[in-house]
T-cell receptor
Framework: GAVVSQHPSWVICKSGTSVKIECRSLDFQATTMFWYRQFPKQSLMLMATSNEGSKATYEQGVEKDKFLINHASLTLSTLTVTSAHPEDSSFYIC????????????FGPGTRLLVL | QKEVEQNSGPLSVPEGAIASLNCTYSDRGSQSFFWYRQYSGKSPELIMFIYSNGDKEDGRFTAQLNKASQYVSLLIRDSQPSDSATYLCAVMDSNYQLIWGAGTKLIIKP
């Protein structure tokens, strides 16, 4: 149990385009999901907390108009990188916190984004 | 500012030996502590969590927590080359948000 999927696992896009990444909890409900970004050889950086049915909470320094988050159901959150630029190239990872066990998070496999 | 500190390493350990990974945290009110393993290019994988002072064992892994010293550690017995990875310490705050350490890179030498 406690499986989180992400789609796509890899995406290459041209500068200026938008990219949508999906995060799904497959066998549990998650009112809260988290979006992280990780640059090579660096630790995880929390970008935002996604809450089902309400606006996401963004960490300081993260542009909410550039990184759009929609948590439309208890099993799905999406992150859209709008007008992507090469500096947005990174490893994006989501995690989901089960509603029944709030004191843990399960991670998706990550999405590697390369903006040319 | 809530902080979680880890030695970045790399920590090199011979195969079969005990690997000891350490983590300190600043928020004395923290209640839950987690160790994640991250292989290069992959997302973190939960190895263990601990809530109470003392030791918690799971197979070759032992988590140790000392709240008075604000210190949590992970011991890996009989280290295997497949244990080579970056180990991330995470501490959950009162809002159920994880505060992450930068990770310790562990290398198990055959």
């Amino acid at each position: 149990g406690a499986v989180v999927s992400q789609h796509p696992s890899w995406v290459i896009c041209k500068s200026g385009t938008s990219v949508k990444i999906e995060c799904r909890s497959l066998d549990f409900q998650a009112t809260t999901m988290f979006w992280y970004r990780q640059f090579p050889k660096q630790s995880l950086m929390l970008m935002a907390t996604s809450n089902e049915g309400s606006k996401a909470t963004y960490e300081q320094g993260v542009e909410k108009d550039k990184f759009l988050i929609n948590h439309a159901s208890l099993t799905l959150s999406t992150l859209t990188v709008t007008s992507a630029h090469p500096e947005d190239s990174s490893f994006y990872i989501c995690s989901a916190r089960p509603d029944r066990v709030q004191e843990t998070q399960y991670f998706g496999p990550g999405t590697r984004l390369l903006v040319l | 500012q809530k902080e979680v500190e880890q030695n970045s390493g790399p920590l090199s350990v011979p195969e079969g030996a005990i690997a000891s990974l350490n983590c300190t945290y600043s928020d004395r009110g923290s209640q839950s502590f987690f160790w994640y393993r991250q292989y290069s290019g992959k997302s973190p994988e939960l190895i263990m969590f601990i809530y109470s002072n003392g030791d918690k064992e799971d197979g070759r892994f032992t988590a140790q927590l000392n709240k008075a010293s604000q210190y949590v550690s992970l011991l890996i017995r009989d280290s295997q080359p497949s244990d080579s990875a970056t180990y991330l310490c995470a501490v959950m705050d009162s809002n159920y948000q994880l505060i992450w350490g930068a990770g310790t890179k562990l290398i198990i030498k055959p």
